[in-house]
């Protein structure tokens, strides 16, 4: 790594935070580990291979290019495909094991006759729609859907779920959502359609919602450590930091300007270092003159517009900060901190944007690694 900017993944703390989402479910729940977009920016196998070790065998994903990936490397348990996917591509699911999300009938059918063919009944989960305004029928009309998806020979009704748009903000929107589901699950009981795993419930539904856990949970960003919105604390700690150096400091005076549009101008002679991050690194452009570093466990202010690939950080009176000297711009030093929630607060977004938007030319260091 000659230009000095790099992610460290704490794999150790990923496996601490996995335990106490574990005591949080009382083991009442199987876990199904979001793992979706290159594990949030964490790194998809690195990821999936410790929670592996720590005894997880489901995992969610966002494409059939990360479940192959998983597949490739050679993994065994379970994968589920959190999205819809074309239904030209139904014989992926078949031929590496993958479990699809179904939404429509069109692609259960492909599905169908795909598994007929290589004579496998291919398990599914059934996504509904009580509320997120997204995939799947709406659980009005879902009962009459998943009716049909019943009468086809081929595919198993294993799974069944919904998702949360505002589990953070309005309980009674999100209980109502839970009654839905359960309102459905009773109807189709009735008919004699049941499921193994009934699901809903995202981090914040795992932290607020006991009644969302049914038999099986989806967490993602808290199992990073990293809280969705203001909750309760937990215990669980940042799994990522970001780090870079100072390559340049210089002094500039009084009335000088730094960076892009002139956005600072000094009021009093300083020192500015120059850092090597910036927006096409995955740090976004609206932490211009907002964002705070860690230099020598003291926290610094970023001066300027964030430009594609340096930052600038005010030093006041500090002229003993050198080049080469360590950045962090996500993470902790002995006495400070800087999280992806505050950045995401100064950046005007939210923190699950922050992690999964690193870049993927960043090099990731796993803790074997930082040993
Ligand atoms: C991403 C995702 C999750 C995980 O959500 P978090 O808020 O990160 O816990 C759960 N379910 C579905 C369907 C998702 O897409």
Redesign the pocket.
């Known amino acids: 790594m000659i230009r000095p900017l790099w992610v460290e993944v704490d794999l150790e703390a990923l496996s601490r935070n996995l335990e106490i989402l574990e005591k949080r479910i009382e083991g009442k729940a199987r876990i199904v580990a ?1 793992i ?1 977009q290159f594990a ?1 920016g964490h790194g998809l196998l690195p990821v999936s291979k410790q929670l592996a070790l720590n005894g997880i065998d489901w995992f ?1 994903v ?1 494409s059939v290019e990360e479940a192959i990936a998983l597949r490739e490397d050679d993994y065994k348990g379970s994968i589920l495909v ?1 999205s819809s996917v074309l239904k030209k591509f139904v014989s992926y699911f078949i031929h590496y094991n993958i479990i699809p999300t179904v939404v429509d009938a069109e692609f259960a059918r492909a599905l169908d006759r795909e598994a007929a063919k290589s004579k496998r009944v291919a398990p599914v989960h059934v996504k509904v729609d009580t509320g997120m305004g997204r995939l799947g029928a709406y659980y009005k009309d879902a009962e009459s859907f998943i009716g049909e998806l019943s009468g086809l020979k081929n595919i198993s009704l294993e799974g069944i ?1 919904t ?1 949360f748009p505002v589990a953070d903000t309005d309980s009674d929107f999100t209980n109502h959502q839970i009654e839905a589901f359960n309102g459905l699950l009773k109807s189709l009981s009735a008919r004699q359609i049941g499921f193994k795993y009934r699901h809903c419930a ?3 539904g795992i932290l607020n919602y006991p009644d969302s856990h049914f038999n099986m949970v ?5 199992l990073y450590g990293v809280y ?1 919105t203001p909750l309760e604390e937990i215990g669980v700690e940042p799994v990522l930091s970001l780090k870079s150096r100072v390559i340049f400091v210089k002094k500039i005076e009084k009335g000088m300007s730094v960076g892009y549009g002139r956005t600072f101008i000094a009021e009093k002679d300083r020192f500015v270092a120059t850092v090597a991050v910036g927006y096409a690194d995955g740090y976004p452009w609206s932490l211009s003159n907002k964002a705070k570093v860690i230099i020598r466990d003291k926290i610094y202010r970023v001066i300027g517009r964030v430009c594609m690939d340096h930052i600038m950080v005010d030093l006041g009176d500090d002229g003993n900060i050198s080049q080469g000297e360590e950045v962090v711009l996500i993470g902790k030093s002995e006495r400070n901190s800087i999280t992806a929630e505050q950045l995401a607060d100064w950046a005007g977004t939210i923190p ?1 944007e922050i992690v999964s938007c690193l870049s993927l030319k960043i090099p990731r260091l796993y803790s074997d690694s930082l040993l």
């Open positions: 979001t979706k949030y969610g966002g959190l779920y998702h995202n981090s914040i989806r967490p993602g960003l808290i969705p699950y």
